[in-house]
T-cell receptor, first 111, second 114 residues
Framework: KQEVTQIPAALSVPEGENLVLNCSFTDSAIYNLQWFRQDPGKGLTSLLLIQSSQREQTSGRLNASLDKSSGRSTLYIAASQPGDSATYLCAVHTGGFKTIFGAGTRLFVKA | DTAVSQTPKYLVTQMGNDKSIKCEQNLGHDTMYWYKQDSKKFLKIMFSYNNKELIINETVPNRFSPKSPDKAHLNLHINSLELGDSAVYFC?????????????FGDGTRLSIL
């Protein structure tokens, strides 16, 4: 059974700091891995999607890596800003229209 | 324009009542989903529909009955509401199974059972 774990559960950093969020999954048979952002009272916004054949994806200050064999992914956020404060969710697509989510990392960036 | 819209945004009701949540997407996607996010923020899939056909029913109680009148709509009806049903329910859509392109989410419906 696929399980997705995110560490840390919460993180507080000063503005400008570079940071890394971690995601691990128990079954390497995945089709893709996605990172989402969730703001309070809002739905999820897709940030990056990495196909199982890819190693990383970049969008602006965000870089996500995928090591399928070890069941790990990281989301790197460069030069963090207060507007980055949100919950970041990692999710793996296991095939058959099914996506398994982690519990998320709550990020707070202090001005 | 909102891509995936859910109504209502908030729903407060008493135990035992029946309620419905509506979802519509204007992205032209052929797959829609319902997720439940509990108090610990864990997001779990409940149902997925592809071209109006049920693909996933993730051991959800029979009190929950989704209905997809067309590809752009997936509604959720809940009978005999229980305290444990209190959660945020998210609707989402994707083109195909979501293997290639990401899912798009609505803003959620916050259901509180008194």
């Amino acid at each position: 059974k696929q399980e997705v774990t995110q560490i840390p559960a919460a993180l507080s950093v000063p503005e400008g700091e570079n940071l890394v969020l971690n995601c691990s999954f128990t079954d390497s048979a995945i089709y893709n891995l996605q990172w989402f952002r969730q703001d309070p009272g809002k739905g999820l916004t897709s940030l990056l999607l990495i196909q199982s054949s890819q190693r990383e994806q970049t969008s602006g200050r965000l870089n996500a890596s995928l090591d399928k064999s070890s069941g790990r992914s990281t989301l790197y956020i460069a030069a963090s800003q207060p507007g980055d404060s949100a919950t970041y969710l990692c999710a793996v697509h296991t095939g058959g229209f099914k996506t398994i989510f982690g519990a998320g990392t709550r990020l707070f960036v202090k001005a | 324009d909102t891509a995936v819209s859910q109504t209502p945004k908030y729903l407060v009701t008493q135990m035992g009542n029946d309620k419905s949540i509506k979802c519509e997407q204007n992205l032209g996607h052929d797959t829609m989903y319902w997720y439940k996010q509990d108090s610990k923020k864990f997001l779990k899939i409940m149902f997925s529909y592809n071209n109006k056909e049920l693909i996933i029913n993730e051991t959800v109680p029979n009190r929950f009955s989704p209905k997809s009148p067309d590809k752009a709509h997936l509604n959720l009806h809940i009978n005999s509401l229980e305290l444990g049903d209190s959660a945020v329910y998210f609707c989402a859509s994707s083109q195909g199974s979501g293997q290639v392109q990401p899912q798009h989410f609505g803003d959620g419906t916050r259901l509180s059972i008194l």
